[in-house]
Each structure stands twice: as C-alpha cells, then as structure tokens.
Nanobody, 126 residues
Framework: QVQLVESGGGLVQTGGSLRLSCAAS????????MGWFRQAPGKEREFVSA????????LYADSVKGRFTISRDNAKNTVYLQMNSLKPEDTAVYYC???????????????????WGQGTQVTVSS
C-alpha cells in the first residue's frame, strides 16, 4: 500500500502562484508514475500532469502547459506541482495520485492510478 498526503493549497489572486506537495509513504518502490488531477465543483476529475519515476517523462494537460511544472524528489518520495499564472478556472480540489503498475508509458486516465491523496483546495480569485 501507498499513502499520499498533499499540502500547499490555498487562496491566491489571479496571476499568482502556488506550489503543491505530495508526500508518499509505504511501498513507494511500487510506484511507476505520480500525477496530479483536479476536480472543480460540478465537473469530473481531470488530468493535470504526471511524471515517471525517474523523472524522464512528463505530461501536462493543454490547459496548464507553460504555467504548471511537475517535479519530484525521489529521496523524499515527494512530488511537487508548481503553479504559476493562476487563473480562476484553475480553482479546484487538487489530488495527488500514484500509478502502481509496471508500465511503459505514463497514463492520463483516472483508472490507471491506484493510490490517491485526500485532496487540497486551490482557489483563485478574480
């Protein structure tokens, strides 16, 4: 089992920045990729970004490309999401997720991720 705990959410004005952190514990050796998803009120959970275990591959949703950056510190078993130039439409609960399967590529589908954090609220005011 893998446990994920997010932190770093909050309230920020349009154009501001936040950095989310996700600390993993447990059988972290089983993690292939870690990612971030978000869910706004009344909407489905959507993919934001993901990174492979060795950091060699990253993916971003089109809506966040150029503004968000994913990174990870394997020594700390932590993944980060640096969010810059935030917009009101970025307002959502952000979830950290881990893919525990042996794969050849990062997946963007929710069902590909086996472990989830509790979520952290990000609110961007206009």
């Amino acid at each position: 089992q893998v446990q994920l705990v997010e932190s770093g959410g909050g309230l920020v004005q349009t154009g501001g920045s936040l950095r989310l952190s996700c600390a993993a514990s447990g059988r972290t050796v089983d993690i292939y990729a870690m990612g971030w998803f978000r869910q706004a009120p009344g909407k489905e959970r959507e993919f934001v970004s993901a990174m492979s275990r060795n950091g060699g591959t990253t993916l971003y949703a089109d809506s966040v490309k150029g503004r968000f950056t994913i990174s990870r510190d394997n020594a700390k078993n932590t993944v980060y999401l640096q969010m810059n130039s935030l917009k009101p439409e970025d307002t959502a609960v952000y979830y950290c997720a881990a893919d525990g399967a042996l794969r050849s590529a990062i997946r963007v589908g929710i069902t590909s991720y086996h472990y989830w954090g509790q979520g952290t609220q990000v609110t961007v005011s206009s």
